[in-house]
């Protein structure tokens, strides 16, 4: 079945989603569709499915113009989704999932729970989509869940499969097994269209390639014949820099002194077993680990979130160890936390609230207990402008925005105090490339500028690419220091608990450029 | 969003938004076909008075027996409904703004106006309290806080108000102040009873306050039958009367009862309007009620924000006890306030949560109240057709979609239109 996507378009308001979009997406072809977070992709794809309705353009299948009305009707023609957040009743089994909808059944309107596991047997063994139908869904791993989505799809016998970022939550190892079942079923003959913001991926997988940026298609590429690189610079429309530059540090005098902290979570349990690290001005620590060792912890107590059961915090003169957030901030911290849309953000107020929401009671956004708003949006137009925020003013809603946008305003919020410190969580998960490389390079202006910088972080390759000194924490303690040519190998043993580190913060051969890894 | 920034529109598209400079009768067409705020209640009034219209057709022996000859005097069945409804929607409206006949006579005799006015008095004082009480459970809901416990703090407010009114001497400068203050203390302390509860132990404030309904309400029956709360040589439970020095003034003389609580109400409602737009600490609610985690990592207090919150929610409705008792009843009796916490509440469901809202919906609920008693008396259709017209209201503002597909609407600009339930018990 060959799918054509003819001058689509799409407008939400002022805003255009979708400019005139034409894709043609052939027989057998995985097809990618590439691009930063907000360029349209997934508009693209709702439109395709019936969720939203084009203001113009046609969708044609095998040459004759069809109109979905509704999902369902996408489905009737052979159009198959997998969303980015899976669609199943966890309490359901693996069977019960995939004939949802549309239950096989006997005379008497018994299900026929033979037939749909029989099918799914088919289909597992003719595309190597390994499930066990009886299985319950809540009891299977992120990737066989996946799987049971394609089922669905295909038991529906879909011929062409839209995937909306499948990779986001697969390891490495899913990954690699959902590319072979990408693999198999483009041979059969079924279609795929693969939507993602990941060049490796595009790379190692795609047929053709679909460059997507603010709602246009801005370029076609044959995976043989580009590189990241070329890719990256269609999606940001600019050349992106794929290392991060920065000078050796200059560290100053210790700004955060922590000493043998320990913190109890809610079930008694020591989640910070006797933590003593230090943190200068101008260098970037960074704090290395598998989630859940204590990381996240040890960072809300920098910032007061939570107190320590014993040791000490100390920022400058000041003893944080049983002070409240707020004087934690007033005293110089600054903190970009790790789920920008639970503690960062107010997801239904504009960017210039979202930008005062730590000074909006202070001169000179408030006097009095009254809030001076013409200040605070004048302040919101001038953020804006200074942390490249792409917004149409800062009224807009910040829910309305990109994941790289909403980060930008958690940024610019955090950095517009007076910062002795930056504790930075997982700043850049689940952003896009152009995002990734702005939020690095004002991490390191704030160091260089002064400032001392605790980096949390799992991806090893922004570790290595930021941190001056990296501390490895495994199971609430803190294993080893080690400067940034340690090598990930090493660090990625210490993270297991596994490697002592030996004598360290011998960081002499500091490079100043590292290169960074763009998965 | 500005609809400037777009690039040239087709002009032949129907559905894109006219351009900013559009003349001022497209964008009212476009504003009142479209499901926005301001349509969408005002549709459902209507709807309202359509469903009593149905009501009162099926009712009235006279409308059903024209209806049942339709085959043989089939114009009779029309002018009979039409003069039915007539009468009782004038009445409505006679009993609760204007009688024209009354205004007439007023007008060629130049006597009688105190009765002129009396539908549009009695309408603004039943209004008073729910304006009060309104505004303060609307200042909770838009903070995320659900203030159910509305009669509580009433008759906390009106106990404090009375125990002031009779037990303090003083010229009314000072006493009239410290009556109306002693209402808003009495519904601050039953509002901080929840308040301190959620903020230390997580309890939910709305089985709280419900269950503090029911305390309050005997607290009151249980010390009418006490001295020194109780009228000295009388076996009913009825209170002491207030000073007269601790009494609302009338606005218009004695005739007519509306009085100096409407300013009160008014003044408050406006100083609710400022507070949750521009002040510092409404926009801390605000952010405390949207996202109580970003709060406290931007440096708020959410303890102290869902403490001070129920307290200012139930001094406002402490204040509605206040009112009555210093404006009209001057003695409390068992039963005090009625149901005036709970249409507080829909009252705030009716306004939108915005004070002027509120002011608007406590105006056409007292209207219909006090409408529905002289429609009653002048033409037999019992009052309780005014709660089925109220809940059908209600029940339409809550689904703004059922209205937008009724009346055929557009569909609203992002952002235009929300659910109040949102959140609801959350």
């Known amino acids: 079945m060959k799918l054509e996507l003819a001058g689509i378009t799409k407008r939400f308001g002022a805003l255009v989603a979708n400019d005139h979009i034409d894709l043609t997406v052939a027989p057998g072809e995985i097809h990618c569709l590439l691009g930063e977070n907000g360029a349209g992709k997934s508009t693209l794809m709702n439109v395709l499915f019936g969720l939203l309705h084009a203001d113009e353009g046609e969708i044609r299948i095998d040459d004759e113009p069809v109109r979905f009305a509704d999902p369902g009707d996408a489905v009737r023609r052979g159009i198959g989704m997998v969303h980015q957040h899976f669609m199943l009743v966890p309490v359901f089994s693996v069977a019960e999932n995939v004939v949802l909808g549309f239950e096989p059944t006997r005379g008497g309107g018994f299900l026929d729970h033979r037939k749909a596991r029989k099918d799914i047997r088919r289909l597992s063994q003719e595309f190597g989509l390994e499930v066990n139908p009886d299985a319950l869904v809540e009891h299977l791993p992120v990737g066989a869940q996946q799987r049971v989505e394609i089922l669905k799809a295909l038991i529906r016998d879909a011929k062409v499969l839209i995937l909306d970022e499948p990779t986001a939550v697969l390891t490495p190892q899913e990954i690699e097994a959902l590319f072979r079942i990408m693999r198999s079923l483009a041979l059969a003959g079924r279609s795929i269209l693969f939507i993602t913001h990941k060049l490796k991926e595009v790379l190692a997988v795609a047929d053709r390639i679909t460059v997507m940026r603010l709602g246009k298609v801005v370029g076609a590429a044959d995976p043989t014949a580009v590189d990241e690189a070329e890719l990256a610079a269609m999606m940001v429309g600019r050349s992106v820099e794929l290392v991060v530059r920065k000078e050796p540090p200059k560290p100053g005098p210790v700004v955060l002194e922590l000493r043998g902290v320990r913190i109890v979570d809610a079930r008694g349990v020591a989640v910070v077993d006797g933590v003593d690290l230090e943190v200068r001005a101008g260098e970037i620590v960074a704090l290395a680990g598998v989630q859940g060792n204590g990381q996240t912890e040890l960072s809300e107590a920098v910032c007061a979130l939570r107190n320590p059961e014993a040791g000490t915090i100390r920022l400058d003169s000041t003893d944080l160890t049983k002070a409240t957030p707020k004087a934690a901030l007033r005293a110089g911290v600054a903190n970009v936390p790790e789920d920008r849309q639970v503690d960062g953000l107010v997801l239904g107020m504009s960017i210039a609230d979202n930008l005062v929401l730590d000074l909006f009671d202070r001169e000179p956004f408030a006097r009095h207990g009254a809030r001076d708003l013409a200040r605070v949006a004048a302040d919101g137009e001038i953020k804006l402008a200074e942390f490249d925020i792409r917004a149409p003013s800062a009224r807009e809603t910040v829910g309305n925005l990109s994941g790289g946008n909403q980060q930008k305003v958690v940024v610019a919020r955090e950095l517009s105090r007076a910062v002795k410190l930056l504790v930075a969580s997982q700043p850049t998960r689940g952003l896009d490339v152009g995002s990734i490389e702005y939020v690095h390079r004002r991490i390191i202006e704030e160091r260089d500028r002064g400032a001392g910088v605790l980096l949390v972080s799992s991806e090893l390759d922004e570790v290595l690419a930021l941190g001056d000194r990296i501390a490895v924490m495994y199971r609430g303690r803190i294993v080893g220091i080690v400067g940034p040519s340690a090598g990930r190998d090493r660090i990625g043993l210490m993270m297991a608990g596994i490697a002592q580190p030996g004598p360290s913060e011998s960081d002499g051969d500091n490079p100043p450029v590292t290169n960074l890894d763009l998965t | ?426």
């Open chain 2, 1 to 426: 969003m500005s609809a400037a920034s777009l690039p040239s529109e087709a002009p032949e598209r129907p559905a894109s938004p006219p351009p900013v400079d559009a003349p001022p009768w497209r964008r009212f067409v476009r504003f009142v076909t479209e499901a926005n705020v301001a349509m969408v209640t005002l549709l459902a009034v209507v709807g309202g008075l359509f469903v009593g219209a149905i009501l009162i057709v099926v009712t009235t022996p006279a409308t059903l027996h024209a209806w049942g000859e339709l085959g043989s005097h089939p114009g009779r069945a029309f002018s009979v409904t039409f003069q039915t409804l007539g009468n009782a929607y004038g009445a409505l409206f006679v009993g609760s703004v204007i009688s024209p006949s009354a205004l007439g006579h007023a007008i060629s005799s130049g006597r009688g106006w105190t009765g002129v006015f009396t539908p549009i008095s009695e309408t603004l004082v039943s209004a008073t309290p729910l304006i009060l009480a309104g505004t303060g459970v609307a200042l909770g809901f838009s903070t995320g806080v659900f203030n159910i416990g509305g009669q509580g703090q009433l008759i906390a407010g009106a106990l404090a108000a009375t125990y002031v009114g009779f037990g303090v001497h003083a010229p009314i400068g000072i006493h009239l102040p410290l009556v109306i203050l002693a209402g808003a203390a009495g519904g601050a302390v039953a509002g901080f009873i929840p308040g301190i509860l959620k903020a230390r132990t997580g309890a939910h404030e709305v089985i709280v306050t419900i269950m503090l309904n029911y305390i309050f309400l005997y607290l009151l029956e249980y010390l009418l039958t006490t001295q020194p709360l109780q009228e000295p040589h009388q076996s009913n439970s009825i209170s002491r009367t207030i000073s007269s020095t601790g009494q609302l003034p009338h606005l218009f003389g004695s005739g007519l009862r509306v009085n100096l609580g409407l300013i009160v109400a008014l003044a408050v409602a406006a100083g609710a309007s400022w507070f949750m737009r521009r002040s510092t600490l409404g926009f801390e609610f605000k952010v405390i009620g949207a996202n109580p985690a970003a709060g406290r990592t931007a440096g708020m207090d959410a303890r102290r924000a869902t403490i001070l919150v129920l307290m200012i929610s139930g001094a406002l409705v402490g204040m509605a006890g206040m009112s009555t008792l210093a404006g009209t009843d001057f003695f409390l009796s068992t039963g005090y306030g009625g149901s005036t916490g709970f249409n507080a509440i829909t009252v705030a469901l009716l306004g939108r949560n915005r004070p002027l809202g509120v002011v608007l919906g406590s105006l056409l609920f007292a209207a219909l109240s006090t409408g529905g008693r002289y429609m009653q008396a002048s033409t037999g259709i019992p009052i309780d057709l005014t709660s089925v017209i109220q809940a059908v209201i209600v029940f339409m503002v809550a689904t703004p979609a059922l209205v937008r597909e009724i009346f055929r609407l557009r569909e609203a600009g992002a952002g235009k239109i929300l659910l109040f339930t949102k959140g609801w018990g959350g």
